[in-house]
Nanobody, 119 residues
Framework: QVQVVESGGGLVQPGGSLRLSCAASGSIDYIYRMDWYRQAPGKQRELVAGLTVAGSGKYVDSVKGRFTISRDGAKNTMYLQMNSLKPEDTAVYYC?????????????WGQGTQVTVSS
């Protein structure tokens, strides 16, 4: 069994910051990638940030310069530092994990963490 758990969401004023965490645990042999997605009410889920194989971050244009993705490989944990938050960043943020589990490649989603940016 694999568990993917996000944390760190909450209510923040515009211009504020939050740091999201995603922890993957269980029978994981190897993690290919971990990405952050978000889904706002009435909208499709979108890829917000991901780490390339080389370890550099890729971001959707709307968060470039404000969000930073990072990963602690030893702990199978990923972070999303979100600065200068805007009301349009309000969404449920999900962690996506692409990994080898019991010699098979599988992908997993966390349950999501709510981020609300409002004054």
């Amino acid at each position: 069994q694999v568990q993917v758990v996000e944390s760190g969401g909450g209510l923040v004023q515009p211009g504020g910051s939050l740091r999201l965490s995603c922890a993957a645990s269980g029978s994981i042999d190897y993690i290919y990638r971990m990405d952050w997605y978000r889904q706002a009410p009435g909208k499709q889920r979108e890829l917000v940030a991901g780490l390339t194989v080389a370890g550099s971050g890729k971001y959707v244009d709307s968060v470039k310069g404000r969000f930073t993705i990072s990963r602690d490989g030893a702990k199978n944990t990923m972070y999303l530092q979100m600065n200068s938050l805007k009301p349009e960043d309000t969404a449920v943020y999900y962690c996506y994990v692409d990994a080898i589990v019991d010699v098979a490649r599988r992908n997993y989603w966390g349950q999501g963490t709510q981020v609300t940016v409002s004054s």
